[in-house]
């Protein structure tokens, strides 16, 4: 089964199979603008808890072959144009590599993460300090739990806000006083997607175009999600469960994990430029692209 595109609310026009543009219409020219990275190499990355249904202990985990992955992603990124600073690993922080899960970064500001499990409250404190070292003059700590990037999905007028597993709904409400833009929660009901990168990525924030796995979320935010992205691309269950999700965009460029291949001609089709990375190792602890990738937001101008 393809990837196809999102129903319309009703009242709606019906809308195309298999994620094709109608016949009448162009793909619109996608851009690609610079943007500004930060990622964390993964010098002790292991998988030795799981605190999420892909992690498994038991399964050994090659720390070669997820530096030459993890190196290829950022070479990718610079390769393209875009920035991307480096935050220094901490000894016994395995997961510290999944860098969006850190802070999240909007019109400069910054909100950190307040872990849900023990085991990576640690990573929080680390990449505040980074923020107040290399010249963002507010960079909060929050007060609710919430696991950044991981469940806040950032757009030109909305933030995506995931629940259910690892942020708290109270979360929400701070973001958006803080961020001063409004703030959409959407209930995942999944395990497997226990964040919101995990089953939605942003394509283009200036278009509020998104793709997403619809078995993700609960009945009443897929409803939302129909809405407020009547023409958004919808991943199979197959794509989904490849991680295909957890993807990062320019605007033109989507990199995602090579695995899902399935999403790769409907993004063509939409005028995007899939660039397929393999994320294998990363996957072992339920990461991949976007895990491994924070955005720094510039202040708006």
Request: proline fraction near 10%.
């Amino acid at each position: 089964m393809s990837s196809r595109r999102a129903d319309r609310p009703p009242g709606g026009h019906a809308s195309c199979e298999s994620g094709t543009q109608p016949p009448s219409e162009e793909p619109p020219l996608r851009i690609a603008t610079p943007r500004r990275y930060l990622m964390c190499p993964p010098a002790h990355f292991r998988v030795t808890y799981s605190i999420n249904p892909w992690m498994d202990p038991t399964k050994p985990v090659d720390p070669a072959l997820a530096l030459f992955q993890w190196e290829d992603l950022r070479d990718r990124y610079r390769a393209l144009g875009h920035t991307v600073e480096i935050l220094d690993p901490v000894a016994d922080l395995p997961d510290m590599v999944f860098a969006a899960n850190g802070a999240t970064v909007v019109d400069g500001l910054v909100l950190g993460a307040r872990f849900a499990n023990p085991e990576r409250a640690a990573e929080a404190p680390a990449h505040l300090a980074w923020f107040r070292e290399h010249g963002f003059t507010d960079a909060r700590e929050p007060v609710h739990i919430n696991e950044a990037e991981g469940d806040f999905a950032v757009t030109s007028n909305w933030i995506l806000a995931g629940q259910g597993f690892r942020s708290s709904t109270l979360s929400h409400s701070e973001a958006q006083e803080f961020f001063g833009r409004p703030v959409i929660g959407l209930e995942l009901t999944d395990p497997r997607y226990y964040h919101l990168d995990t089953a939605l990525a942003v394509l283009d924030d200036t278009r509020e175009e998104i793709m997403y796995y619809p078995g993700a979320f609960s009945p009443g935010s897929r409803s939302v999600l129909a809405r407020l992205f009547p023409d958004a691309l919808l991943a199979t269950a197959e794509d989904a469960a490849a991680l295909g999700l957890n993807a990062v965009s320019d605007g033109r460029n989507v990199l995602l994990p090579l695995t899902a291949g399935g999403l790769l001609a409907p993004l063509r089709e939409r005028g995007f430029e899939p660039v397929p990375v393999d994320m294998s190792e990363l996957h072992k602890a339920g990461g991949s692209v976007k895990c491994c990738t924070m955005e720094l937001r510039p202040p708006a101008t």
